[in-house]
């Protein structure tokens, strides 16, 4: 039910994005409709050029993804454990958080010029801190009695991480995950478009400096096909990871 009605607002767009320029409430010079965009993808998709930006684009998201993921989870779990660190680290983090990436451009380009490391480090740098707050918030919430009862029965530190800590944390960590590859993406087509690293992004800004007006679109949807493809993975992924939940399993009635 809920997949009909999804496809159904597409479709519905869609078609209102077909009929807007045909109607002639917007010039089609600045808003193909529809039909023109997904013929113009058709011809795009059968160009070497195309599959090179794409795999440029996915190769900058996943790894700044991964390493965004990998950071923000040991460092969370690090600083979360300890109240000590937690205490010193949290008015930094605070105060770095909510620094723009785009902000960073700058100093990017002049480390790194107009290269996909330049990119690298906005995808980062934004992504790391939706994994690193959901973790601390799930190291802070692992319920006190549990936590004396490990305590009391001299159960290690990596121990009570692995079977206390981590268990509570997972779920905002996945919740994390989820919001980072977002983010990632976000900010590799930005990066792209704002620096002209290679990918999609400076695909897009080129048809744009070329009026290849068709051709823009049909690269914006590939993109946003790009956001709901790592949108439904991430969702598959946190459902399998925590089925053991009760937010995600579901009760079988009696």
């Known amino acids: 039910m809920t997949l009909g009605l999804g496809l159904a607002g597409l479709v519905g767009f869609a078609v209102l994005l077909e009929l807007v ?10 808003l193909p409709p529809t039909s023109r965009i997904l013929s113009t993808l058709a011809d795009v998709v059968g160009e070497d050029r ?7 684009t996915l190769r900058t998201w996943a790894l700044g993804l991964a390493i965004a993921v990998v950071a923000g989870v040991a460092l969370g779990v690090m600083i979360g454990a300890v109240p000590v ?10 105060f770095l958080r909510p620094i723009p990436s785009v902000a960073l451009i700058p100093l990017a380009v002049l ?12 995808v980062v740098y934004a992504s790391f801190w939706q994994v690193l707050v959901q973790v601390l918030h799930g190291v802070a919430d692992v319920d006190p009695v549990a936590r004396d009862t490990a305590r009391s029965y001299r159960l290690g530190q990596w121990a009570t991480v692995r079977y206390l800590v981590w268990p509570t944390a997972l779920p905002y960590a996945a919740t994390g995950v989820r919001l980072a590859a977002s983010v990632a993406l976000i900010l590799t087509i930005t990066g792209e478009l704002v620096i002209g690293s290679p990918g999609l992004g400076k695909e897009i800004a080129v048809a744009q400096e070329s009026v290849a007006v068709p051709r823009m679109y049909a690269l914006v949807l590939v993109t946003g096909l790009i956001g709901v493809a790592a949108n439904l993975i991430t969702r598959t992924a946190e459902r399998r990871v925590l089925a053991w939940h009760p ?3 579901q009760e079988v009635p009696a």
């Not at 320029?21 to 600045?30: A, E, M, N, T």
């Not at 195309?50 to 440029?56: G, I, K, P, Q, T």
């Not at 660190?85 to 605070?94: G, K, M, P, V």
């Open 50 to 56: 195309f599959w090179v930006a794409l795999l440029d």
């Open 21 to 30: 320029p045909r109607l002639g409430l917007v010039s089609d010079q600045f």
């Open 111 to 122: 480390l790194y010029g107009s290269t996909i490391t330049s990119t690298l480090i906005l």
């Open 85 to 94: 660190l937690r205490a010193a680290t949290a008015s930094t983090i605070e």
């Open 247 to 249: 937010s995600v399993r």
